[in-house]
């Protein structure tokens, strides 16, 4: 009977030979490479789950980013986005949070300034009138004189 042997060195000048038979070395190596296949599905597996929560998570916040969005661009200047992480998701949310107070902010300012330009309207509106009048109390007197 034929055996297959491998040397195995301990170190320190000591080596060992272990001798097998072809079938018991092919059943070895049969059952290592199916425990390799077999870890490796387990590990690709453990790693598409974890990618797949992962992704659910930058999904649900990248979600929550689009509705406050969509509610700011409604008109709705109060929402803020909750900042929980310094990632790119993060620092999307506080762009939006410091764009919607800058919208905010042009929005009073153009509201201050359009009461402004009313009020001042008024009063052009008053004088006019008031000269307005006074022509025609000229034109009057002038008529009868």
């Known amino acids: 009977m034929a055996l297959v042997a491998t040397r195995v ?37 453990a790693c598409a789950g974890l990618a797949v929560l992962a992704a659910r998570g930058i999904a649900r916040r990248v979600a929550e980013v689009a509705g406050v969005v969509a509610r700011v661009a ?14 790119e998701v993060g620092v999307l ?3 939006v949070n410091l764009m919607s107070d800058r919208v905010k902010a042009v929005v009073v300012e153009v509201r201050s300034s359009s009461e402004s330009l009313a009020a001042t309207a008024e009063e052009y ?10 022509i025609a109390d000229q034109l009057r007197d002038a008529e009868r004189t």
Do not use: C, H, N, Y
Not at 20 to 45: K, M, N, Q
Not at 74 to 87: A, I, R
Not at 125 to 134: D, E, T
């Open 74 to 87: 409604q008109g709705d200047l109060t929402q803020k986005v909750e900042v929980t992480s310094e990632d």
């Open 93 to 95: 949310a506080e762009s």
């Open 125 to 134: 509106s008053a004088a006019s009138r008031g000269v307005s009048m006074g």
């Open 9 to 45: 060195s301990l170190g320190d000048g000591v080596d060992v030979v272990l001798a097998r038979s072809p079938d018991e070395a092919f059943r070895r190596f049969t059952s290592t490479l199916w425990r390799l296949i077999l870890v490796g599905v387990v590990t690709f597996a």
